[in-house]
Antibody
Framework: EVQLVESGGDLVQPGGSLRLSCAAS????????MAWVRQAPGKGLEWVAN????????NYVDSVKGRFSISRDNAKNSLYLQMNSLRVDDTAVYYC???????????WGQGTLVIVSS | DVVMTQSPDSLAVSLGERATINCKSS????????????LAWYQQKPGQPPKLLIY???TRESGVPDRFSGGGSGTDFTLTISNLQAEDVAVYYC?????????FGQGTNLEIK
């Protein structure tokens, strides 16, 4: 069974840092682009970042460029999101997703909640 | 960035009836080299992650009931749910997969009338 499990969400103060992890199982992790998508409480979906099979290409939404960094460890079947200089508007459930084809996401993990508040 | 606009924001349909959700993109999602529209639909039930229903505008994901169908091309797309079931209550999102940054519609909340 294909499974993605996120972890690392927490309450953090504005300006703080957090590292999210996503453990993948049930598929050949190194054969897929992977992505992070977030959802603020009661709001819609926002693509955050994605990373190529071997980590050689990374893309970010403008609002997180220079603050967030996506990475992966194919030997550990794991995806990461390092989040620095966190802002209140980064508060959201962060989902990792396997990217299929040109950018559809399937499946998604259950998500991990990040709350940025003083 | 490609702006995705869904209509309506919310919709109430009787059991067994048809629900139609519209999605409009600010630029064409049709790629002539592949003859495909790079538009996906997702279903999100309360407390759950989104689930992929349809991709390439009209290709149903494996395991998705055939009462879900997608249509449209270019900039205008529809998701149709026929014979509405109680378990179809959810928020539905369209997403353009054509260019970065990938963007989603604001969502349509589907309820039972």
């Amino acid at each position: 069974e294909v499974q993605l499990v996120e972890s690392g969400g927490d309450l953090v103060q504005p300006g703080g840092s957090l590292r999210l992890s996503c453990a993948a199982s049930g598929f050949s992790f190194g054969s897929y682009w992977m992505a992070w998508v977030r959802q603020a409480p009661g709001k819609g979906l926002e693509w955050v970042a994605n990373i190529k099979l071997d980590g050689s290409e990374k893309n970010y939404v403008d609002s997180v460029k220079g603050r967030f960094s996506i990475s992966r460890d194919n030997a550990k079947n794991s995806l990461y999101l390092q989040m620095n200089s966190l802002r209140v508007d980064d508060t959201a459930v962060y989902y990792c997703g396997r990217q299929q084809g040109w950018g559809r996401f399937d499946p998604w993990g259950q998500g991990t909640l990040v709350i940025v508040s003083s | 960035d490609v702006v995705m606009t869904q209509s309506p924001d919310s919709l109430a349909v009787s059991l067994g009836e048809r629900a139609t959700i519209n999605c409009k993109s600010s630029r064409s999602l049709f790629y002539s080299s592949t003859n495909k529209n790079y538009l996906a639909w997702y279903q999100q039930k309360p407390g759950q992650p989104p689930k992929l229903l349809i991709y390439w505008a009209s290709t149903r994901e494996s395991g998705v009931p055939d009462r879900f169908s997608g249509g449209g091309s270019g900039t205008d797309f529809t998701l149709t749910i026929s014979n509405l079931q109680a378990e179809d209550v959810a928020v539905y999102y369209c997403q353009q997969c054509y260019s970065l940054p990938y963007t989603f519609g604001q969502g349509t909340n589907l309820e039972i009338k």
